[in-house]
């Protein structure tokens, strides 16, 4: 199917059918009713009700132009996107990831045969495709990010896969401490790097199995999270277990836990430290962040330092730590705010004019949050995001406001 439409908010689609070769117009309601149903597997009425509450939604960029799917429908992800160019290209959502509290059941229950054990990295999921022949790189809400789009070719050779393999997405994590997402220090990562875990199928989200995806990913040349071991599901709980403890250790974030054939969903698994981690950014922003980290993060660790069997002195060290993540960052944000009236978190990005910090910044306006830029210098921007809920609330309360 080929399909031409205006620039902006398109009034018509100009299709020409690939099975009847006929041309013929169509305006975007009807493209919704008529032809996304037989693209992905929705019923019609479905998609129009999402389309007029804006669960799907026109997305026009300079990229390219899509329909956004803003929350999953049916089997569609969120963040799936029908992107229409020369040809209707479908890049699904990245499947949210389920967590076990307890390794040695859940595996059992779950998995079945031989499972792989990845590292899960810390940083931000993108999925970066060809459109068209154009690199592109989406963010998981589905929008695609000016700064991923640049950054990715610059981090990793894609043409040539993407040439031999333009039906396949690649799913992978951009990490580093120059990242303007999540900034979060690897060794051997430095300033900005990207790690790829999945390949999937444009369309389907079919995702290759572990060993397909090793092998064409070592083809090209491309990077891959760490596979940390292949174990049969009755050495795989304490192995993980191990892994989980040595990986916190060296403050690393913990991991997936996946079919080989990929066929049954990963699950994921974490460590400590990385729970204390996101304890202290949320308590770092408590009336931003804090309710929603706070009752999972305590959750996970009551479980894993019961499966870990710890010893008294091991919870003691624990419990140590994770009153320390809540209590140290609360105090110092209201020593803050009290000082500077606001709070605030600086990400460093790479930008070589000060237009495309400005760019990025409207990005992240659009994902609903606010950020400024306060310095540009040496192509590297400084962009401050502002806590505004945590910075009203603490100015309010050291003032004597009530609870
Ligand atoms: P989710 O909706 O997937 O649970 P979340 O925002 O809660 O997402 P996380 O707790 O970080 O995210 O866990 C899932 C994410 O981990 C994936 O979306 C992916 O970006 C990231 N990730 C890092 N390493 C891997 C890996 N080896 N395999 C799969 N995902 C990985
Ligand atoms: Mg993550």
Do not use: W
Not at 39 to 46: A, F, L, M, Q
Not at 121 to 136: P, T
Not at 168 to 191: F, H, Q, T
Not at 322 to 349: F, K, N, Q
């Amino acid at each position: 199917m080929n399909v031409n439409m205006g620039k902006n908010f398109p009034k018509t689609f100009f299709f020409n059918c690939s099975s009847c070769g006929n041309n013929y117009e169509l305006t975007l309601d009807e493209f919704i009713v008529k032809e996304l149903p037989k693209i992905i597997d929705v019923d019609h009425n479905r998609l129009l009700e999402a389309y007029n509450n804006s669960n799907l939604k026109f997305y026009h960029s300079k990229y390219l132009n899509a329909l956004q799917f803003r929350k999953s429908l049916g089997k569609v992800e969120e963040g799936t996107m029908v992107c229409f160019d020369n040809e209707i290209h479908v890049i699904r959502g990245f499947p949210k990831i389920r967590r076990t509290l307890m390794l040695s059941k859940a595996l059992e229950k779950h998995f079945n045969g031989e499972i792989a054990v990845e590292e899960k990295m810390n940083g931000y999921n993108v999925r970066i495709a060809s459109i068209n022949g154009k690199i592109i790189a989406f963010t998981r809400g589905g929008y695609i990010c000016p700064y991923t789009t640049k950054k990715a070719p610059q981090l990793m050779d894609l043409n040539q896969f993407f040439q031999e393999h333009s039906d396949l997405v690649i799913c992978g994590e951009m990490i580093g401490v120059e990242n303007p997402y999540v900034s979060y220090y690897y060794p051997e990562i430095g300033e900005l790097g990207f790690r790829i875990f999945d390949l999937r199928k444009k369309q389907s989200n079919q995702p290759l199995s572990i060993k397909e995806k090793i092998s064409i990913l070592k083809k090209y040349n491309l990077p891959s999270v760490r596979l940390l071991g292949i174990y049969s599901l009755k050495e795989a709980p304490s192995n993980i277990l191990k892994l989980v403890k040595e990986l916190g250790e060296d403050n690393r974030e913990g991991v997936v836990i996946k079919d080989l054939k990929m066929q049954i969903p990963p699950l994921k698994y974490t460590s400590s430290q990385a729970h204390d981690d996101e304890l202290i950014y949320a308590f770092k922003y408590p009336f931003d962040l804090g309710k929603a980290f706070f009752f999972s993060r305590v959750i996970r660790e009551g479980f894993q330092a019961y499966e870990m069997n710890e010893s008294t002195e091991e919870l003691g060290k624990r419990a140590q730590r994770l009153g320390e993540s809540i209590l140290y960052p609360l105090m110092e944000t209201i020593e803050h705010v009290a000082e500077h009236e606001v709070a605030g978190e600086d990400l460093l990005m790479d930008a070589d004019t000060m237009e495309e910090a400005e760019e990025f910044v409207r990005h992240l306006r659009d994902l609903g949050v606010m950020a400024k830029i306060i310095k540009f210098k040496d192509s590297k921007a400084v962009i401050r995001r502002i806590h505004q809920s945590t910075t009203d609330k603490i100015n309010n309360y050291i003032n004597g406001g009530l609870y």
